[in-house]
């Protein structure tokens, strides 16, 4: 069920810390990223797309809503077990109503890419969070293969788009390291005649490169050699026939970070969470831990659905502090604010460099996660584009501080997660918007052993 939280009564929550060890193993949602696009390409293939460990959360529920306005027959079997029939690219239906994505940016950005290459109109609109956020990043991109946009100030929904035509392929160097923008560009290119061609100056997550090759499509990647980093050339071939797949999705990485970095923090903690997505572009985190001093071990190393899976353990352990360059940002986007939590423990000042991107996600999540600590009476600041975190060096932090979620469910785990391991309890006002990406997360944290109590 899809809910609009905003409507809602809030639902305070608070983690108590103080309670026995965390221990068990689980599986975590499935990944958000590969659960979107599975919908998304099911609906713009010919045949049947059948998708199992589908992420049964709200953002990706507003995707498979918004494939039905468009036309695809999307069906949900057991629990995970997905079927979309498209009408195949280029087929889509003018939806008949505004199309709302709730909270979330990926569906609302790819959409416009699919949208931008298609001759109908449509409107698009969010909740609050997602009215706020930024959409030219997009749209500007877009206009160049004749589509056209009409949104409020800055380009933000609702956003009213005229498809093209006779869409043009794009050729189009992104100014800022965005998985999304990428996606949406790239989509628009799957319906206009020619090369389509994206080049990024830092690497970002490939799971629209990866996915659009399992339903035929054309679709190559360069590395650029420039400035020693590791940007990318893609090129796709415009209007490729696209066949029906079977897609597998991996646990989510960046919601098995929750319970593995609680895990890391409640002293005799030891914790498996099985079938994690493990593709390089999305495990910055892993990485940045075993460099914390984490106990993080992989085990059970296969792929499932062309995708790097494998089991991690994750024992309590004595942090250091940790530098994060910015070359390392686009691998870990989504995992800041729990590694936050995480380097509010460690020994020492870390510093999480070049994180710009984060100001512009469900909350100005740069500011939210130095509110989170700051009030918990974790030392923080915020230099530039810089995240700088003075832990506490073994002894518990302080805590007791009710955390302001913004409509953003990442900043509700990672205070619920550090309010396992303070002096005094947390609370944060809302934990409603944790059903966006990971429905279930109280319980299953409770199943590991935490206290978390309704405030
Ligand atoms: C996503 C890309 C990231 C990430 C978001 C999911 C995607 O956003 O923050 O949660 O699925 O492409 P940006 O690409 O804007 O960094």
Same mark, same amino acid.
């Given at each position: 069920?899809?809910?609009?939280?905003?409507? %809602?009564?809030?639902?305070?929550?608070?983690?108590?810390?103080?309670?026995?060890?965390?221990?068990?193993?689980?599986?975590?949602?499935?990944?958000?990223?590969?659960?979107?696009?599975?919908?998304?390409?099911? =609906?713009?293939?010919?045949?049947?797309?059948?998708?199992?460990?589908?992420?049964?959360?709200?953002?990706?529920?507003?995707?498979?809503? @918004?494939?039905?306005?468009?036309? =695809?027959?999307?069906?949900?079997?057991?629990?995970?077990?997905?079927?979309?029939?498209?009408?195949?690219?280029?087929?889509?239906?003018?939806?008949?109503?505004?199309?709302?994505?709730?909270?979330?940016?990926?569906?609302?950005?790819?959409?416009?890419?699919?949208?931008?290459?298609?001759?109908?109109?449509?409107?698009?609109?969010?909740?609050?969070?997602?009215?706020?956020?930024?959409?030219?990043?997009?749209?500007?991109?877009?206009?160049?293969?004749?589509?056209?946009?009409?949104?409020? =100030?800055?380009?933000?929904?609702?956003?009213?788009?005229?498809?093209?035509?006779?869409?043009?392929?794009?050729?189009?160097?992104?100014?800022?390291?965005?998985?999304?923008?990428?996606?949406?560009?790239?989509?628009?290119?799957?319906?206009?005649?020619?090369?389509?061609?994206?080049?990024?100056?830092? @690497?970002?997550?490939?799971?629209? %490169?990866?996915?659009?090759?399992?339903?035929?499509?054309?679709?190559?990647?360069?590395?650029?050699? %420039?400035?020693?980093?590791?940007?990318?050339?893609?090129?796709?071939?415009?209007?490729?026939?696209?066949?029906?797949?079977?897609?597998?999705?991996?646990?989510?990485?960046?919601?098995?970070?929750?319970?593995?970095?609680?895990?890391?923090?409640?002293?005799?903690?030891?914790?498996?969470?099985?079938?994690?997505?493990?593709?390089?572009?999305?495990?910055?985190?892993?990485?940045?831990?075993?460099?914390?001093?984490?106990?993080?071990?992989?085990?059970?190393?296969?792929?499932?659905?062309?995708?790097?899976?494998?089991?991690?353990?994750?024992?309590?352990?004595?942090?250091?502090?940790?530098?994060?360059?910015?070359?390392?940002?686009?691998?870990?986007?989504?995992?800041?604010?729990?590694?936050?939590?995480?380097?509010?423990?460690?020994?020492?000042?870390?510093?999480?460099?070049?994180?710009?991107?984060?100001?512009?996600?469900?909350?100005?999540?740069?500011? =939210?996660?130095?509110?989170?600590?700051?009030?918990?009476?974790?030392?923080?600041?915020? %230099?530039?584009?810089?995240?700088?975190?003075?832990?506490?060096?073994?002894?518990?932090?302080?805590?007791?501080?009710?955390?302001?979620?913004?409509?953003?469910?990442?900043? @509700?785990?990672?205070?619920?997660?550090?309010?396992?391991?303070?002096?005094?309890?947390?609370?944060?006002?809302?934990?409603?918007?944790?059903?966006?990406?990971?429905?279930?997360?109280?319980?299953?944290?409770?199943?590991?052993?935490?206290?978390?109590?309704?405030?």
């Amino acid at each position: 069920m899809m809910m609009d939280h905003a409507a %809602e009564l809030p639902r305070p929550l608070r983690a108590i810390p103080g309670g026995r060890p965390l221990s068990g193993r689980i599986r975590v949602p499935g990944d958000k990223s590969i659960s979107h696009r599975a919908l998304m390409f099911g =609906a713009l293939a010919e045949g049947r797309t059948r998708i199992s460990g589908l992420l049964e959360g709200e953002d990706v529920l507003r995707t498979a809503a @918004a494939m039905r306005a468009l036309g =695809a027959e999307v069906v949900r079997g057991d629990p995970g077990e997905w079927q979309v029939h498209g009408q195949g690219r280029g087929h889509l239906r003018e939806p008949a109503d505004v199309i709302d994505m709730g909270n979330s940016g990926t569906a609302a950005r790819l959409i416009c890419g699919i949208l931008a290459s298609h001759p109908i109109f449509a409107v698009l609109t969010g909740d609050a969070s997602l009215r706020g956020r930024p959409m030219k990043r997009v749209t500007d991109p877009l206009s160049a293969c004749g589509a056209r946009f009409t949104g409020r =100030a800055g380009g933000r929904l609702p956003l009213a788009i005229e498809g093209a035509a006779s869409p043009k392929p794009l050729n189009y160097r992104l100014p800022v390291a965005s998985a999304q923008v990428k996606s949406a560009v790239l989509l628009a290119g799957l319906n206009a005649d020619g090369e389509t061609r994206v080049e990024e100056p830092e @690497a970002t997550r490939d799971h629209t %490169e990866n996915m659009l090759r399992h339903f035929g499509a054309d679709v190559s990647v360069e590395s650029l050699e %420039e400035n020693g980093g590791n940007g990318r050339l893609i090129r796709l071939r415009g209007r490729p026939a696209l066949t029906g797949a079977d897609v597998v999705v991996p646990g989510d990485p960046s919601s098995a970070a929750f319970p593995l970095v609680a895990a890391l923090l409640v002293p005799g903690s030891e914790v498996t969470i099985a079938g994690v997505g493990l593709n390089p572009l999305r495990t910055g985190l892993f990485a940045t831990l075993l460099e914390m001093g984490a106990d993080l071990r992989v085990s059970g190393e296969r792929t499932e659905g062309g995708e790097p899976v494998g089991d991690l353990t994750v024992r309590h352990e004595a942090l250091q502090a940790v530098e994060v360059s910015r070359a390392r940002a686009p691998s870990m986007i989504d995992e800041f604010p729990v590694l936050a939590v995480a380097a509010a423990f460690a020994r020492g000042t870390s510093r999480f460099r070049g994180l710009s991107e984060l100001r512009v996600k469900e909350s100005d999540r740069l500011a =939210a996660t130095a509110a989170l600590l700051a009030v918990n009476g974790i030392g923080v600041e915020i %230099e530039g584009d810089d995240l700088i975190v003075h832990g506490t060096g073994g002894a518990a932090p302080p805590g007791g501080g009710t955390v302001l979620t913004h409509m953003d469910h990442r900043i @509700a785990m990672s205070a619920l997660v550090l309010g396992l391991g303070t002096r005094a309890p947390v609370t944060v006002d809302d934990s409603g918007f944790v059903d966006t990406s990971f429905p279930g997360f109280a319980d299953l944290m409770r199943g590991l052993g935490a206290n978390l109590t309704p405030a």
